[in-house]
């Protein structure tokens, strides 16, 4: 099925660094969300864009729509242990219609 | 429940069996969705329901693969002649309106 191209698959970086992700779409979507799973559990919400251009910010995480309504990145800012995990986007069209999601970006975190 | 709940939490069956996974949504969420999660993949989406009625099964594989939720409430996804490409984590998620979904933790189907 359709996925979201999303970069990079992984990253291992040093506690206290900022990490920079992703998404892009051959297609428009109206509303574009960020997820992040641990392993043996669901996907959990971490940001949600609903508007063209928008800036949106939850703690250390920043994460933006494209004005292109094609792209988004989610910025994480003196990343921590507990950021270790799998990053998803997805992007949606309408309330209707069905999230699709990316491949996932991989963060490792060194201590 | 707190939030959504989906049974069991593995399942282990052989090839050629039937199966069926079940998602309890959050109290009052109106639509419900199935994905599926491969190894080293994003959640796929399978079926999509508004109420009771299946408002978009356009990510079912094939017809071995069925979903109801007859009450509006909990759902039960169902495989029939399971074959081993079936294995994979089942995600449930809910929502409210137009809410961003909430998932559950998934069942690991294991078809050997």
């Known amino acids: 099925g359709q996925q979201l191209n999303q970069s990079p698959q992984s990253m291992f970086i040093q506690e206290g660094e900022d990490v920079s992700m992703n998404c892009t779409s051959s297609?428009?979507?109206?509303?574009w969300l960020w997820y992040k799973q641990d392993p043996g559990e669901g996907p959990v919400l971490l940001i949600a864009?609903?508007?063209?251009?928008e800036l949106t910010s939850n703690g250390r995480l920043t994460a933006q729509f494209g004005i292109t309504r094609k792209d988004s990145f989610l910025n994480i800012s003196a990343s921590i242990p507990s950021d270790v995990g799998i990053y998803f986007c997805?992007?949606?069209?309408?309330?209707?219609?069905?999230?699709?999601f990316g491949k996932g970006t991989r963060l490792s975190v060194i201590a | 429940g707190a939030g959504v709940s989906q049974t069991p939490s593995n399942k282990v069956t052989e090839k050629g069996k039937y199966v069926e996974l079940r998602c309890d949504p959050i109290?009052?969420?109106?639509?419900l969705y199935w994905y599926r999660q491969s190894l080293g993949q994003g959640p796929e989406f399978l079926i999509y329901?508004?109420?009771?009625?299946?408002?978009?099964d356009s990510g079912l594989p094939n017809d071995r693969f069925f979903a109801v939720r007859p009450e509006g409430s909990v759902s039960t996804l169902k495989i029939q002649r399971t074959e081993r490409g079936d294995s994979a984590v089942y995600l449930c998620?809910?929502?409210?309106?137009?809410?961003?979904?909430?998932f559950g933790n998934g069942t690991r189907l294991t078809v050997t």
């Open positions: 998620a809910s929502s409210l309106g137009n809410s961003p979904l909430h």
């Open positions: 329901f508004q109420g009771t009625g299946a408002a978009d």
């Open positions: 997805a992007g949606q069209l309408s309330g209707n219609t069905p999230l699709v």
């Open positions: 109290s009052g969420h109106t639509a």
């Open positions: 297609s428009i979507f109206n509303t």
């Open positions: 864009l609903y508007k063209a251009g």
